[in-house]
């Protein structure tokens, strides 16, 4: 009986540990990000809570990131991993004629001289884009190369506070997955995220990433109080614009119509209406709150700082590219 006993105990822990959600941080330059989702008794992922903490001393973040894990049980959830926009390279090259299980490593040294660290020392992943539009055009990639020097500090920081690293995120990816939530997404829908400093614009379809541009300036530098347009608001609609007509003539796909713009702090509506006349697409705000499960309320201040680790908590419910 006692062997009978050990034999189900054993199975017992053995068994693989219930995740009951998702929990995405990312350290970025201003502060601490984080979102919580939780499964639902549906099996799907439900905003639960997320907010950006203006915390930029390490020991303060792994203290924050500590009181979350008691405060809503995040030791039983997995944690994903956003990176910032300056934590790695995101490069468009050709596609090494190898296998996908070759990939990584051709990538390393094909990449090598243009990133500005050791590849022996990097992590390297990609995704593969959609094919162009003419048959004679070389199948192209993203490389995601970050430092592994990079890496260590912010997956220390989870670790001590007991979270679960399953995946490493990126900015990209982290927006495609809200665009698949989003009504155009079958007709295919440009995503426009901006932070003080940085921005990113996307194109994707039906789950598929068609470009990604990352911008060398954000929110910050825009001038929105200002009545006179700034240069960098001005350059953000011909760089949209400009991205809009490449994809449709490299990939032969119908014009993207829509541009989802995730809110900024304030003055989201100055971007709007300088974008709408500039712009072949229409530009329309994107109220995260509207598109996800759960009855989370989200601030604008929150979305400019909290949407791609939002993204990033959909990852397991969103088909890789």
Not at 39 to 49: D, S
Not at 137 to 153: E, G, H, Q, V
Not at 232 to 259: C, H, K, M
Not at 290 to 301: R, V, W
Request: glycine share 4%; aromatic share 6%; net charge negative.
């Amino acid at each position: 009986m006692l062997g009978k006993h050990l034999e189900l105990l054993a199975k017992l822990l053995g068994r693989k540990k219930v995740c009951h959600g998702v929990v995405s941080v990312c350290f970025l330059p201003q502060g601490l990000s984080v979102a919580i989702a939780k499964y639902t008794l549906e099996n799907k992922l439900a905003l639960e809570f997320s907010d950006f903490f203006t915390i930029t001393d390490q020991n303060e973040q792994a203290n924050t990131l500590s009181r979350l894990a008691n405060e809503y049980g995040l030791k039983q959830f997995h944690c994903h991993l956003l990176l910032a926009p300056a934590d790695y390279r995101h490069l468009t090259i050709e596609t090494p004629p190898v296998t996908n299980d070759e990939m990584r490593e051709a990538l390393r040294w094909k990449i090598a001289d243009l990133v500005d660290f050791s590849v022996e020392e990097a992590c390297i992943d990609f995704y593969h884009l959609p094919e162009a539009k003419h048959s004679s055009s070389n199948r192209m990639l993203a490389a995601i190369a970050s430092s592994t020097a990079a890496l260590k500090p912010k997956i220390n920081r989870c670790e001590l506070a007991g979270f679960n690293i399953e995946v490493i995120d990126i900015q990209e990816t982290a927006l495609r997955n809200l665009a698949t939530l989003l009504p155009e997404n079958n007709r295919g829908v440009a995503i426009l995220h901006l932070l003080p400093k940085h921005g990113s614009i996307i194109i994707q379809k039906k789950g598929s990433l068609y470009l990604s541009r990352k911008l060398d300036f954000g929110f910050t530098d825009l001038g929105l109080e200002s009545e006179v347009p700034s240069q960098p608001i001005n350059d953000l609609a011909l760089d949209i614009q400009r991205s809009l007509d490449y994809v449709e003539s490299y990939y032969g796909i119908p014009p993207i119509s829509t541009l989802a713009v995730i809110p900024v702090p304030s003055h989201t509506e100055i971007i709007l209406n300088h974008l709408n006349e500039n712009l072949s697409a229409n530009a329309r705000i994107m109220d995260i709150s509207t598109i996800l499960e759960g009855d989370t309320i989200l601030t604008d201040k929150i979305q400019a700082y909290c949407a791609t680790v939002i993204g990033a908590t959909l990852r397991d419910e969103v088909s890789d590219t």
